[in-house]
């Protein structure tokens, strides 16, 4: 069974800080995409990344695949309030054939004015 | 371009009840994927289906539980004789195909139904 272990499962900080959210698995995946998700609705895609050692950058966002494609990291910098919400992580499978998604257990951000 | 639409967005059930979620993909779309979100955890994979076609079911539940992707029209999850640990959001997603690899990478999500057993 693949798993992805998502840290932190809670942060909240001051307007204006810099974070990092890690999502970490023992297993390979062809793929790693992020998501936020608001209450009441289904998860948003924000990225994906297919190449180990691959950054995007989604303006004050940046996404990093890492070079064995087992671990991801999204930075952002200069927090503001609107960034509060719920990130998930979620990796395809390195498996021929596999489609589904695994996802991680979720980051709940909260940003304070 | 219209996103994947899910309806209802809430659905009651008393327990014995049937449960009928559907889910129409975005257009140009052939892959579907229901997830299941229970309270504070994160999504769980349940079955990827194509047209008239299920490919993957590893995460459905031996009973009660099916799922469907007509010819024409959306797909739909099916619950049978609902019990209270039913209750949860159950979440469609839908990809398109990436040429002779299958479907794409990235799937995207419908807003969910969230279903409440009573």
């Known amino acids: 069974t693949q798993l992805l272990e998502q840290s932190p499962q809670f942060l909240s900080i001051q307007e204006g800080e810099n974070l990092t959210v890690y999502c970490n698995s023992s297993?390979?995946?062809?793929?790693l995409q992020w998501y936020r998700q608001e209450p009441g609705e289904g998860p948003v895609l924000l990225v994906t990344?297919?190449?180990?050692?691959e950054v995007k950058k989604l303006k004050r966002l940046t996404f990093q695949f890492g070079d064995a494609r087992k671990d991801s990291s999204l930075h952002i910098t200069a927090a503001q309030p609107g960034d509060t919400g719920l990130y998930l992580c979620?990796?395809?499978?390195?498996?021929?054939?596999?489609?589904?998604?695994?996802f991680g257990q979720g980051t709940r951000l909260t940003i304070n004015p | 371009n219209a996103g994947v639409m899910q309806n209802p967005r809430h659905l009651v059930r008393r327990r014995g009840q049937e449960a009928r979620l559907r889910c129409s993909p975005m257009?140009?779309?052939?892959?579907v994927y229901w997830y299941r979100q229970l309270p504070e955890e994160g999504l769980k994979f349940m079955v990827y289906?194509?047209?008239?076609?299920?490919?993957?079911e590893s995460g459905m539940p031996k009973e009660r539980f099916s799922a469907e992707f007509p010819k024409e029209g959306p797909s739909i999850l099916r619950i049978q004789q609902v019990v209270r640990g039913d209750s949860a959001a159950y979440f469609c997603?839908?990809?398109?195909?990436?040429?002779?690899?299958?479907?794409?990478?990235?799937?995207?999500f419908g807003p969910g139904t969230r279903l409440t057993v009573t």
């Open positions: 997603a839908s990809s398109p195909t990436r040429g002779l690899a299958g479907a794409s990478y990235e799937q995207y």
């Open positions: 297993s390979v995946f062809s793929s």
């Open positions: 990344v297919v190449t180990g050692g």
């Open positions: 979620a990796g395809a499978p390195l498996i021929q054939g596999a489609q589904k998604l695994v």
């Open positions: 257009k140009g779309h052939s892959h």
């Open positions: 289906l194509q047209k008239e076609n299920i490919i993957d």
